[in-house]
């Protein structure tokens, strides 16, 4: 017969241990990127914690200028989880791409932390995870780090000489928001990359007196959509094929679908479109320069060189006098600060690994956003979203 009091268990064995609490992922920064990848990591059980400097996703979104409207398609700009409303139409606004992003952000029940500013990554002392320092003095630790900063992330404008000497108003494209401030002024915008070109086209459009487009490299310049046939999907198209096919290609598009505008200042590259794209050239899709540069409402001129009082020294000897001058000049990634010590940035400031790849000399540091493909950055993001997701969650295994 069983005994009904069996003898307490032995004590001469060691009782397991609890395990401790598993460190989140932390995604640093809430824009689009950041939010992909931590609704991806949500998907596979992953806690993620999203760290966004400010106090509301989509920053940089909500700074852009009231014109803007995503180069990219509704359908194909999507981020995972969440299509865009069919209300928001085939192009959509600058305020319904912030309008969104506060959606996904709701609708996947994301672990948003605003106000919070990383300001440093190292290694943890155990060598298992990362350490996050912020401002306030806080110091976090993650067992993986998602750095979703952005593409455009600081405002860069170039160290003209005398440019402190210009009595006008001189911003980056950043500050800009639309033309009403420029209302019969003669204004010189320097840069013909997308944000260039439609700014130009906005204060032409707007009431400015006069419109200059400086021009240091003539840009390649293609058609938002052909017959219904989105720019955007021959760069996906694109992505598949070696180079010099697609240079090929693209100047024999070129010629039946964009008009010679050499008589009016800007001559046709002689690089091909992808080589250029390959380095970080985006092709200006026209949403009203051409037709605007035919009519003369913008002139294209030189690069700018220099500033002289109230003048603008051009790079062919020439001298303007604008009211104002906006520099659409470009961003700079700006992660020195928080992880040049690491040995993961190239000689030009950006990561030498992306998306699910990682440095070896970095384990579990992933990178979202830092580049910019002719296929659309949100595809992109929301591409590598997944990608990184499972990458962390076969390290995590």
């Not at 959509?92 to 500013?117: P, S």
């Not at 980056?172 to 019969?184: E, V």
């Not at 200006?284 to 003369?296: E, T």
Request: glycine content about 12%.
């Amino acid at each position: 017969m069983a005994d009904s009091n069996p003898p307490p268990p032995s004590t001469d064995r060691p009782l397991p241990e609890r395990p401790g609490p598993v460190r989140p992922v932390y995604v640093i920064g809430g824009g689009p990127g950041g939010l992909a990848v931590a609704a991806a990591l949500r998907a596979r059980g992953v806690r993620a914690v999203v760290l966004e400097k400010s106090d509301r996703v989509g920053a940089s979104w909500r700074g852009h200028y009231d014109r803007l409207r995503l180069h990219t398609t509704r359908r194909l700009s999507a981020l995972p989880g969440l299509a865009m409303p069919r209300s928001f139409g085939r192009w959509v606004r600058r305020d319904d791409v912030v309008r969104y992003l506060e959606k996904y952000a709701e609708h996947h029940e994301l672990d948003v932390v605003t106000g919070v500013e990383v300001t440093r990554l190292e290694r943890t002392a155990d060598d298992d995870g990362w350490l996050l320092r912020a401002t306030g003095g806080r110091e976090l630790t993650g067992r993986a780090v998602i750095v979703a900063t952005g593409y455009n992330h600081t405002p860069h404008v170039p160290d003209w000489p005398g440019a402190d000497t210009f009595p006008g108003d001189l911003r980056h494209a950043s500050a800009y928001r639309d033309p009403t401030p420029y209302a019969g002024q003669d204004v010189l915008v320097v840069g013909v990359g997308n944000t260039g070109a439609e700014i130009a086209v906005d204060l032409a459009e707007g009431g400015a007196a006069r419109v200059r487009l400086a021009v240091r490299t003539a840009p390649h310049i293609v058609r938002r959509s052909t017959a219904g046939w989105p720019a955007q999907r021959s760069g996906i198209l694109c992505r598949r094929l070696p180079v010099p096919v697609v240079d090929r290609l693209g100047r024999a598009i070129a010629r039946v679908s964009v008009p010679d505008l050499s008589a009016h200042g800007l001559p046709r590259p002689a690089t091909g479109l992808y080589s250029r794209a390959r380095d970080g050239a985006i092709p200006v899709q026209d949403v009203g320069l051409i037709d605007a540069v035919r009519a003369g409402r913008v002139e294209p001129v030189a690069a700018v060189e220099s500033f002289e009082g109230g003048k603008v020294l051009l790079a062919d000897g020439s001298r303007v006098g604008p009211d104002a001058v906006i520099a659409a000049t470009g961003y700079r990634r700006a992660l020195e600060p928080l992880l040049g010590h690491l040995g993961v940035l190239d000689a030009r400031g950006r990561p030498r690994a992306h998306g699910p790849r990682t440095a070896p000399e970095a384990p579990d540091l992933y990178f979202t956003g830092f580049t910019n493909p002719i296929s659309g950055m949100l595809r992109e993001l929301a591409r590598d979203a997944g990608r990184i997701a499972r990458a962390v969650a076969r390290s995590a295994a």
